[in-house]
T-cell receptor, first 111, second 116 residues
Framework: AQSVTQPDIHITVSEGASLELRCNYSYGATPYLFWYVQSPGQGLQLLLK??????LVQGIKGFEAEFKRSQSSFNLRKPSVHWSDAAEYFCAVVGGFKTIFGAGTRLFVKA | EPEVTQTPSHQVTQMGQEVILRCVPISNHLYFYWYRQILGQKVEFLVSFYNNEISEKSEIFDDQFSVERPDGSNFTLKIRSTKLEDSAMYFCASSEMGGSDTGELFFGEGSRLTVL
């Protein structure tokens, strides 16, 4: 069965520091992978997605993610975090007619 | 920019009451979904809907839940007899494609359900 694991429940980084959020997936075929962001009280917004091709994908707000099949990972990165990036981040994989979400990683940004 | 809209934004109900949550998906999308998120927990899949029928549902989506597309624009989630544990944020989503071709899901802002 498809599954997504986000090992870090929460992460705190300083503003201007780099960020990496981890995501591991379990899926039998080539996965369709996504990162979504959820600000408090809001819905989910797509940051980026991977379907095929270049394993390094660029998204909105300066985020990127790298698909590594050998590690079953799809980690999200940003070179310099802004205070407005504080939110919950969800990694997701498409399986059948549903998208399966990880448990989320809450990002805290300190000044 | 087209968006998914949900009503109500917040509903408080008594245990055992019926609740209907409404969603207007993006107009050219064909696949519709309901997800829920219990406070502080992960986003959980409930059901997907295509061509006027359920295409997939989770174990959470038991007999007390039902979905309907009563007209050309609305997509509803009905909970027949609410329980305390149904308290959650319910998100509607839609997508242009589905199945293994499912692309981006477009989410609404959510409907918060509080069962007392």
């Amino acid at each position: 069965a498809q599954s997504v694991t986000q090992p870090d429940i929460h992460i705190t980084v300083s503003e201007g520091a780099s960020l990496e959020l981890r995501c591991n997936y379990s899926y039998g075929a080539t996965p369709y992978l996504f990162w979504y962001v959820q600000s408090p009280g809001q819905g989910l917004q797509l940051l980026l997605k991977y379907f095929s091709g270049d394993t390094l994908v660029q998204g909105i707000k300066g985020f990127e993610a790298e698909f590594k099949r050998s590690q079953s990972s799809f980690n999200l990165r940003k070179p310099s975090v802004h205070w407005s990036d504080a939110a919950e981040y969800f990694c997701a994989v498409v399986g059948g007619f549903k998208t399966i979400f990880g448990a989320g990683t809450r990002l805290f940004v300190k000044a | 920019e087209p968006e998914v809209t949900q009503t109500p934004s917040h509903q408080v109900t008594q245990m055992g009451q019926e609740v209907i949550l409404r969603c207007v998906p993006i107009s050219n999308h064909l696949y519709f979904y309901w997800y829920r998120q219990i406070l502080g927990q992960k986003v959980e899949f409930l059901v997907s809907f295509y061509n006027n029928e359920i295409s997939e549902k989770s174990e959470i989506f038991d007999d007390q839940f039902s979905v309907e597309r009563p007209d050309g624009s609305n997509f509803t989630l009905k909970i027949r007899s609410t329980k305390l544990e149904d308290s959650a944020m319910y998100f509607c989503a839609s997508s242009e494609m589905g199945g293994s071709d499912t692309g981006e899901l477009f989410f609404g802002e959510g409907s918060r359900l509080t069962v007392l």
